[in-house]
């Protein structure tokens, strides 16, 4: 689903304070909790969805914890939350009518979902490749999991609306996706 591809050089930009890389990922991981929580508390009638997005956080929050005992392992302190330019971004493109805001919301949410695949699956390559088995096996395995999210969002989305107007809007967020990442500076952090 996603338009572009990271750049070869992100690695080194995104790898060069890994303290910082981690607390943005352990960050991340929160909000991607925080996020389907929200789902569950906007949208509590939709059956199935419930229990996919409590699963879901549930599975964030067992990530928020993977990466805080990395960092303890290390005797690194999570840094504060900072902005999150790409997540705003994205963010900005939902629509306030329902049911374009519900299903633009889960679009969202599925492209941050596989732009982490994408990020999390160059660590594990990066890492491997510099050596750090530890890095490379804990990026590695999660991931495997963002990929899976990416899916549920989909699923989510695609029973909202009719198949022509779901891959529209799918095609439309794609290339604004690639849009606002491409206009990032490479950082310390996943997106
Ligand atoms: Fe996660
Ligand atoms: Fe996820």
Redesign the pocket.
Known sequence: MLVSSTHPRWFAAATADLLALLSDHLHC?RK?AENALSLVRRYPHRRGSVEALSRLAH??TS?VIQVAALMARRGWVPRADTPNLYARGLLAEVRSREPDRLLDSLLVAAFIEAR?HERLQLLADGFAGAGEAELAAFYGA?AV??DR?AEIFLELGQVLVPAEPFEARLAALGLREAEILGGLPHAARVH
Request: proline share 0%; glycine share 0%.
């Open positions: 991981e991607a599975e964030e990530h982490s999660l999991a963002e999210h």
